[in-house]
């Protein structure tokens, strides 16, 4: 059983900062990619930020510049720092994680999703 704890989420105004923090636990070998999505009422999910084991990145063009992630992989925890943020960037910002649970067989694992918005 894998479980993605997010915590983090809340009301900020614009041009302010927050910081999420997903933690994973369970019985879990390894973890490859982990990363954030997002959804805002009446869109489709999106990518914001993802990065891998080795600590290379990967930003939706709409954040880049303002959102940073990062993970620490001794504590299974995956973070997002997010600046200067934008009344668009209000949405349910989702942890999701590709975890290796026996040596032959990986998954997807998401998070239950932590509130963002941005007033203006």
């Known amino acids: 059983q894998v479980q993605l704890v997010e915590s983090g989420g809340g009301l900020v105004q614009a041009g302010g900062s927050l910081r999420l923090s997903c933690a994973a636990s369970?019985?879990?070998?390894?973890?490859?990619?982990m990363g954030w999505y997002r959804q805002a009422p009446g869109k489709q999910r999106e990518l914001a930020a993802d990065?891998?084991?080795?600590?290379?990145?990967n930003y939706v063009d709409s954040v880049k510049g303002r959102f940073t992630i990062s993970r620490d992989n001794a504590k299974n925890t995956v973070y997002l720092q997010m600046n200067s943020l934008k009344p668009e960037d209000t949405a349910v910002y989702y942890c999701?994680?590709?975890?290796?649970?026996?040596?032959?067989?990986?998954?997807?694992?998401w998070g239950q999703g932590t509130q963002v918005t941005v007033s203006s």
């Open positions: 999701n994680a590709l975890i290796r649970i026996t040596r032959a067989f990986e998954s997807r694992y």
């Open positions: 369970g019985s879990i070998i390894s973890i490859n990619t």
């Open positions: 990065i891998n084991s080795g600590g290379s990145a």
